[in-house]
């Protein structure tokens, strides 16, 4: 595939020059670089990994990993990504509390470790599934979710999910009774390439998801102590694969790399090691960097990693692009047009690596995206692919009962099940996106 693009630069012409008025040259446009040294890959038990994948990010929302893993689903999902020439995938476990971890009955605390076999069990499983295809996983274990009352279950939970964030104690028994565990169990599992903290936690503290959730002025968290709670679940994390003698990555999923993860570009980078050692001492620095781009924030490029190279950003981490869409009729689009260099959703994956990130998780395999994630994957592979059938069919063309769509995150449904048409036989039905709806990324079937 050729990437190149150009831009018409200005000529100056003077009469004396001769110059025709409508002359021009044609210049390639490079992606600016700077003095940062992030690697172009990740290090994972000796190998350099360039991360080329996809978010999963859910089977069955907040609910994959405490109930029984869906091991068909799991395995579909891993084959089609494998099959697409990708190597990992980016897997929510906790999300927003409402199955894992167990909690104590009172919501004080975490449940013993002995509660929580069944959530470690599921997680190994899907590790051991992608091992078997030489593939990787990057366990994301919150969301902002976590505060999104408005979500089924969530009140249920949500005091313990607001201590996690706010109080010590709470963040002890998480560590002792869930993450220790854990990693007594997958510590070193050659397909476990990271475990990523948190999703966009910071929109926990913007006024639109406040407002959205009517949280008032109840469960105020703070930026300050989602990065303290970062930092000390860094620190445990490395601290006990340390005694385990064992490799785990460990990062975060802010929502901007300009915004979170830099400084002098217009945003702070609050998960620098000085700024997280200082919060939890030596040990709690990120191993790589794993923002999200979604083109909304009115930056005109200015934050894009397509735009830039990695190095631009002066960061000393590698960065792996841990969301972004790579569909043009997203509701965020994936069609990019600055500095005269229009770039298409096939290229966006190619981009990244030619751009020296580590790698490029899109959004989302699971929803109506999931053909865009593939075929992104599969163009920076140099992989042919086919489409990714979404049609459920059915003996009678008639809903089975308990077959349904839900959305969790607005008050409009955003997916809707027609009978009246369909896209192979009289007998199957069509699931629809919804052309006005509410929500953020999260619905149903």
């Known amino acids: 595939m050729n990437l190149k693009k150009y831009i018409l630069t200005t000529v100056i012409c003077t009469v004396l020059a001769g110059c025709n008025e409508n002359s021009s040259d044609l ?134 999910n607001f201590k996690l964030l706010s109080e010590s104690g709470m963040q002890q028994s998480y560590i002792d009774n869930f993450i220790s565990p854990l990693l007594d169990e997958v510590a070193g599992h050659p397909a476990l390439l990271a475990i990523d903290l948190f999703n966009e936690p910071e929109n926990m503290t913007e006024s639109w998801f406040r407002e959205r959730e009517g949280l008032g002025s109840t469960y105020n968290v703070s930026i300050d102590q989602i990065h303290q709670t970062t930092a000390v679940l860094s620190a445990a994390i490395h601290n006990k694969s340390d005694e385990l003698g064992k490799q785990v990555l460990v990062t975060t999923g802010p929502k901007s790399l300009g915004m979170f993860n830099t400084d002098g570009f217009g945003g702070d980078n609050y998960y620098s090691d000085e700024k997280m050692e200082a919060l939890a001492g030596k040990n709690a620095g990120l191993d790589f960097y794993a923002p999200h781009y979604y083109d909304d924030m009115g930056k005109e490029g200015a934050w894009s990693p397509f735009y830039h190279k990695a190095s631009y950003w002066e960061l000393d981490k590698p960065i792996v692009i841990g969301e972004f869409f790579a569909d043009a009729d997203a509701y965020k689009p994936a069609y990019f047009n600055y500095f005269g260099d229009p770039l298409l959703e096939a290229e966006l994956c190619v981009r990244l690596g030619e751009n020296e990130y580590a790698g490029g998780l899109s959004w989302q395999w699971t929803n109506q995206y999931s053909q865009s994630t593939l075929d992104c994957v599969a163009a920076k592979a140099g992989v042919e692919i086919g489409p990714v059938s979404g049609i459920y069919d059915f003996d009678d063309g008639i809903v089975p009962t308990g077959f349904a769509t839900k959305s969790e995150t607005g008050e409009k449904p955003i997916m809707s099940i027609s009978e009246s048409e369909s896209n192979s036989s009289d007998k199957s039905l069509m699931i629809k996106v919804n052309e006005e709806h509410t929500g953020e990324k999260k619905a149903y079937v």
């Open 27 to 160: 210049v390639e446009y490079v992606s600016p670089g700077g003095g940062g040294t992030s690697a172009a890959y990740l290090t994972y038990q000796d190998k350099d990994i360039y991360v080329n994948g996809v978010n999963t990010a859910w089977l069955n929302y907040a609910q994959d990993f405490g109930r029984g893993l869906d091991e068909s689903r799991a395995t579909q999902l891993f084959d089609q990504v494998k099959s697409a020439g990708g190597n990992s995938v980016r897997w929510w476990v906790h999300t927003n509390g409402t199955v894992s971890p167990v909690w104590s009955a009172d919501k004080n605390s975490v449940a013993s470790e002995v509660e929580q076999v069944q959530v470690i069990a599921d997680m190994k499983t899907a590790l051991d599934l992608a091992a078997e295809r030489d593939m990787y996983v990057i366990f994301n274990l919150w969301s902002f979710d976590m505060l999104a009352i408005k979500q089924d279950g969530v009140t249920d939970v949500v005091d313990a």
